[in-house]
C-alpha cells in the first residue's frame, strides 16, 4: 500500500504558494519519492544546502554544483556530449599531457598543430608548427624558439630531393637532447626526413622524441631492387670515413655497356685471395694503376712496381724521372738521363741510331764513374741508380 505521507507546505511557506513539496513512501521494492506537487504544470525540484560550503549528497557522494568543482574518480565524462572549456595552461595542468598544448578556449576545441607553408630560406620557428622546408635553391636553416613553455613542441621537415641540407638549430643557451651536451645544431639531408623536438624548460633542452627517416630514401642511395636483379644502380661517387675524409674516389667512373670496368670479388673461402678484376664486352683490356702526378709511385707490398713505358727519341730529349723505360734512340736522338738522386727507375736503351749514341747525364753526375755513356750502333745497355746519387748498368 503506497502511502502520502506529507501534502501540505513544509518548512518556510511562501505567500501564495503553487508548488508543493510532497513525500511518498511505496512497498516492498519499490522507491519512496520526493517530488513537486500543486496546479502549476513544470516545475524544477531543488535541494538546497546551507551556507556556501554545505553539499548535497546522494547515497555518500557528492552531487557538484553548476559553480563548484570535484575530484573525479573512476568517472567517465561523455565528449560528444559535453563541452569543455578552459585556457591552453588549465587544459595542459588538468590533462597533464603536452598534446593538448594547442587547446583552445574558442568555442571550447581542441585544435592540430600549425602547418606552415613551405620555407626556402631562413626561419625562426614558433610552438606548434610544423615546419615544411625545401632547400632546392639553397640549404638553409630552421631556428627553434626560446624560453617557451614546457613540453611545447616544433616539427621541421624537409620536403625536397636535393642534396642541400636543412638546419635545425636551438637558440639562445637552449641544446639539443640533455644539459651540458653543446649540442646547438641537426641536420635533415633527406627527401620527406623531418624531427620532432618537445621542450623540457626545467634544463632549457628541445629533446628530439622523433626522428622520420623515409625507407624508400634510405635505401634510394644504394640501389632500385626488382626480382632478385639490381635494375637501376645509383652513382656512388665516393667512400669517406666517419670524419668525412674521401677514400675511394669514383667521380670520374665511367660504365656503360659498350665499355670496361673494375670488378671486386671476395675469396670465396679462408685461403682464396679477393681480387680486383676487368669486366666488360672487351676480350682482351688492360689493366691500370695510375698514380697522381709526375712523380707518383705505384707500390705492392712496399715494392715499386714500374709501368712499362716505350718511348723513341729523335730530337734532344731528357727523360722522365718515373717509370720502366724503353727508349729507342733513332736518327738525331739524343738522351739525357735525369737526375739520379732517389729515382727508383730503370732505363733500358736501344741504339738505332746508325751510329754511336752518347748518353749524358743531368747535374754531372757520374754513369760508370764517368759523366756520359756510349752505345754502339745496334746495341742496348740498362741503367738505373744507385744510393750514392749516381748511375749503374746492369
Known sequence: MERTICSTAVGSATANAVAYVGFQNKVSGGSPVIYVYGPATNVNMELKPKGPLGWVTVNGEDIVGVNKTQTLTGKTIDLAGNTLTGTVAEFNTALLDGDFATATDVAGKLTAPTITATKTSAYSAAVSEVVMCNATSAAFTVTLPTGVADKSRVVVKKVDSSTNVVTVATSGSD???????????????????????????????????????????????????????????????????????????????????????????????????????????????????????????VTILGIEVFPRQKVSVTTATTLGA?????????????????????????????????????????????????????????????????????????
Open 175 to 297: 641544446v639539443f637532447n640533455s644539459s651540458g651536451s653543446g649540442i646547438t645544431t641537426l641536420s635533415l639531408a633527406l627527401m620527406n626526413q623531418a624531427l620532432t623536438a618537445q621542450y623540457h624548460a626545467a634544463d632549457a633542452v628541445w629533446v628530439v622524441i622523433n626522428t622520420d627517416i623515409p625507407l624508400t630514401q634510405t635505401d634510394a642511395r644504394y640501389v632500385t631492387q626488382t626480382g632478385g636483379t639490381v635494375t637501376s644502380p645509383k652513382v656512388l661517387t665516393s667512400i669517406k670515413d666517419a670524419a668525412g675524409s674521401t677514400l675511394i674516389d669514383f667521380s670520374q667512373a665511367t660504365r656503360s655497356a659498350s665499355k670496361n670496368y673494375i670488378g671486386l670479388n671476395n675469396g670465396s673461402d679462408a685461403g682464396g685471395a679477393p681480387y680486383l678484376y676487368v669486366s666488360g664486352t672487351s676480350t682482351t683490356a688492360n689493366f691500370e694503376l695510375k698514380p697522381l702526378g709526375a712523380n707518383g709511385r
Open 322 to 394: 718515373v717509370g720502366d723505360y724503353v727508349v729507342f734512340i733513332g736518327v738525331g736522338g739524343v738522351v739525357t738521363l735525369p737526375t739520379a738522386v732517389n729515382n727508383t727507375s730503370r732505363y733500358m736503351l736501344v741504339n738505332e741510331s746508325g751510329s754511336a749514341a752518347t748518353i749524358s747525364t743531368t747535374s754531372s753526375q757520374t754513369i760508370n764513374g764517368s759523366t756520359t755513356l756510349t752505345i754502339p750502333d745496334g746495341e742496348s745497355r740498362s741503367v738505373i741508380a744507385n744510393l750514392s746519387g749516381a748511375w749503374r748498368t746492369v
